[in-house]
T-cell receptor, first 117, second 113 residues
Framework: GAVVSQHPSWVICKSGTSVKIECRSL??????MFWYRQFPKQSLMLMAT?????????EQGVEKDKFLINHASLTLSTLTVTSAHPEDSSFYIC?????????????FGEGSRLTVL | GENVEQHPSTLSVQEGDSAVIKCTYS??????FPWYKQELGKRPQLIID?????GEKKDQRIAVTLNKTAKHFSLHITETQPEDSAVYFC????????????FGQGTRLTINP
């Protein structure tokens, strides 16, 4: 199957700093990438849909100025958590949809665990 | 938008017995229903999926059924093994268009030896 790589896998930062998470599709072109957030013992909640070359579409309740998403190429999307606070500590997972086969299947990155002190 | 409800939240079965997890969805336009297994701290892994033109799909010990009229789908695991212990999520999306997956709340499955 297609491979999606996410980096870093874990990060610890101080409150007030910004953190960037990268999501790359390694062996396919991803026209659309999705960013999810997962709190402990909870489900994956969609934060935003990222389309290459256009502005991301954010889900209701997600602050676009706090969670900056950039999808500059068909293989890379980034999520920047700005002015992070302890309540932003979570597991962030990206997923990508391929361009070749419109099967509905999404391919997930390994996830990035953010801890804000 | 789509809303997916999943039950039960926890399920404990004896090794060798069957486990069934059920989900309902709200948007009749959804036509793709995957099931994921997630181990602690890991990414979700697709274990089986079904599209709305099919009522049932089976892959060895795992099967999924879909009732479009009632808007519900179920995961069946037979002959459960300890390594089946994990959190399972159902999801729904549309193959055409946005393709965004909406997940159920998850089921923590424990297989007792």
């Amino acid at each position: 199957g297609a491979v999606v790589s996410q980096h870093p896998s874990w990060v610890i930062c101080k409150s007030g700093t910004s953190v960037k998470i990268e999501c790359r599709s390694l062996d396919f072109q991803a026209t659309t990438m999705f960013w999810y957030r997962q709190f402990p013992k909870q489900s994956l909640m969609l934060m935003a849909t990222s389309n290459e070359g256009s502005k991301a579409t954010y889900e209701q309740g997600v602050e676009k100025d706090k969670f900056l998403i950039n999808h500059a190429s068909l293989t890379l999307s980034t999520l920047t958590v700005t002015s992070a606070h302890p309540e932003d500590s979570s597991f962030y997972i990206c997923s990508a949809a391929g361009t070749l086969a419109n099967t509905g299947e999404l391919f997930f990155g390994e996830g990035s665990r953010l801890t804000v002190l | 938008g789509e809303n997916v409800e999943q039950h039960p939240s926890t399920l404990s079965v004896q090794e060798g017995d069957s486990a069934v997890i059920k989900c309902t969805y709200s948007d009749s336009a959804s036509n793709y229903f995957p099931w994921y297994k997630q181990e602690l701290g890991k990414r979700p892994q697709l274990i089986i999926d079904i599209r709305s033109n099919v009522g049932e799909k089976k892959d060895q010990r795992i099967a999924v059924t879909l009732n479009k009229t009632a808007k519900h789908f179920s995961l069946h695991i037979t002959e459960t093994q300890p390594e089946d212990s994990a959190v399972y999520f159902c999801a729904a999306s549309m193959i055409q268009g946005a393709q965004k997956l909406v997940f159920g709340q998850g089921t923590r499955l424990t297989i007792n030896p």
